[in-house]
């Protein structure tokens, strides 16, 4: 299509190609000025998914002005196809920066750029816009530094009273940068961006992304991304702080709620661990990387533009570089000991507090003054009791993960009713699951409460007696009673059992 004009444009070179469309810049017939266009594929045009998501893509980008954000000057149906029109910015893009410029970059710039992309997926956020496929490929970087982010082509708007062109349970995205929750296809929102930022900034500062896109299959790495933490960076990378390592391990976190919740505490935490230099068109190029840059007179990049891009040496910049990151590291490490040692001290006082209300060792001289220590006779038994009602409670619910936890780690005995006595028992889950397989379909135990006999032996276990009525109803659900079943059941000091057998 060069050299064909759409509205004021004409076209005068190809940018780059994608599976949805073709990228070319265009100059303006009468003020000259350069746009990119994206024109979406002949062979798609008629898809009426594919024109929707590129509509999407356009209507998205219509509600967006931020400087960190390509932006939308216009979209346009013709004859000749769609296109959209957007703001021509010159550059490369990440992953072409990493490849061919920076290498693994140092952590001041990596902070720099990702305190940008940050901004920029704040402001969207915001506007109630989730990106979902975040990638190197999807941001650009400028020669002056600045960072620039791409294709909004999928992305999903939050706010139900607007259109969104997906639904739950489909997978939209790169697959390396997918969140947890977009490989199992389940609701996502902002923290899903998050997650894939965390994942970009990974490849920033090591230089390549952590799954092995080259020899893993698809199914491999979704397997990876739910259930395998990302491998440690300094294993691949060897200058990256812990500092940063931490960072990458709370942006990536598998469970949501326990990644940065939004742009502005990721950027807080970035900011709180090095203070970034200030922009200026020679910032990034003589500091990227863990090897030295080259220093030819002029720097050719190749996308999106093809065009040359000027290059300036400064020979100071390392040299300042270096004694700015060796002040931050000293103020960092006096407000690290300084809030620790006030964490420290909260800490003791808040555990000794808590000795002398509960005395949890049962210290004997405590017991005095422990108001809520569960060693004295009275608060024992009431525990016990509690306890015990929550047991069966949570039997009768049919569940495992209800009474797991009510189970010490090694059982010395078990009673089962199906298999009598096993010691110990191999699995209680599987036979647990099995007797209401096969056995009872639902339980009732009432318990008498005068029968309860107490005591505790030598190793601070709490060893009781106990009558109740059992009562359960079979596969044709016909309920039937056994009276009078008394057992002995035994918890250790911290009130899970080790056994259960008749009395």
């Known amino acids: 299509m060069i050299g064909e004009q759409i509205a004021n444009y004409k076209l005068i070179a190809k940018l780059g190609e994608g599976g949805m469309g073709t990228v070319y810049v265009g100059s303006h017939i009468q003020l000259g000025r350069k746009a990119a266009i994206k024109v979406l594929h002949p062979n798609l045009v008629n898809n009426p998914q594919i024109r929707e998501r590129f509509k999407n893509e356009a209507a998205t980008l219509a509600n967006i002005r931020h400087q960190n954000i390509v932006g939308l000057y216009d979209y346009l149906e013709t004859t000749k196809g769609l296109f959209l029109i957007m703001e021509y910015v010159q550059g490369k893009s990440l992953d072409e920066f990493i490849a061919q410029v920076s290498g693994p970059i140092e952590e001041d710039v990596a902070i720099h750029l990702m305190c940008q992309i940050l901004d920029g997926f704040d402001y969207a956020h915001k506007q109630g816009i989730v990106h979902r496929d975040i990638k190197p490929s999807n941001l650009l970087i400028t020669p002056e530094g ?20 997906t639904q739950d349970g ?3 995205g790169t697959v390396l940068y997918m969140s947890p929750e977009q490989v199992r296809g389940v609701a996502i ?16 500062v090591t230089g390549r992304c952590p799954y092995d896109e080259n020899n893993a299959t698809e199914y491999a790495v979704y397997q990876e991304i739910v259930n395998v933490p990302l491998p440690r960076a300094n294993t691949i990378y060897p200058n990256i702080s812990a500092k940063m390592q931490q960072i990458i391990d709370i942006a990536t976190a598998k469970n949501p709620n326990e990644r940065f919740q939004n742009c502005a505490e990721f950027k807080a935490a970035l900011l709180g661990q090095t203070q970034v230099k200030q922009t200026n068109p020679t910032f990034i190029q003589n500091n990227v990387g863990g090897r030295p840059m080259p220093k030819p007179e002029k720097l050719a990049t190749t996308a999106p533009t093809g065009n040359v891009v000027s290059y300036r040496d400064d020979t100071n910049v390392e040299e300042e570089n270096q004694s700015h990151k060796s002040t931050n590291y000293r103020l960092l490490w006096g407000r ?18 808590y000795v002398l209300l509960f005395n949890p060792f049962q210290i004997e001289i405590l017991d005095k003054i ?15 009791k509690e306890k015990l009602k929550s047991f069966f409670n949570a039997i009768e619910s ?41 056995y009872a379909i639902a339980e009732k135990h009432e318990i008498d409460w005068k029968s309860f006999s107490y005591q505790v032996d030598e190793n601070n276990n709490h060893i009781i007696e106990i009558t109740f009525d059992y009562k359960f109803q079979n596969k044709a659900k016909k309920w039937n009673n056994i009276n009078k079943v008394r057992n002995k059941i035994k918890f250790n000091k911290n009130l899970q059992i080790f056994s259960i057998a008749k009395a």
């Open 146 to 165: 600045e960072a620039k982010i791409l294709d909004f082509g999928i992305a999903k708007i939050l706010d139900n009273s607007r259109k969104s062109l």
């Open 170 to 172: 489909s997978r939209m």
């Open 189 to 204: 929102d902002t923290r899903s961006d998050i997650y894939s930022l965390g994942v970009t900034l990974f490849q920033m």
């Open 336 to 353: 690290v000991n300084y809030w620790f040692s006030i964490l420290l001290l909260f800490s003791l006082i808040g555990a000794t507090i």
């Open 370 to 384: 422990a108001i809520f220590a569960p060693s004295k006779p009275q608060n024992r038994e009431a525990a016990i």
């Open 398 to 438: 049919h569940n495992f993960e209800n009474i797991k936890d009510f189970y010490a780690e090694n059982i010395e005995e078990y009673f089962d009713f199906e298999k009598k006595n096993l010691k110990p028992i191999p699995d209680i889950k599987s036979s647990a699951e099995a007797y209401w397989r096969t």
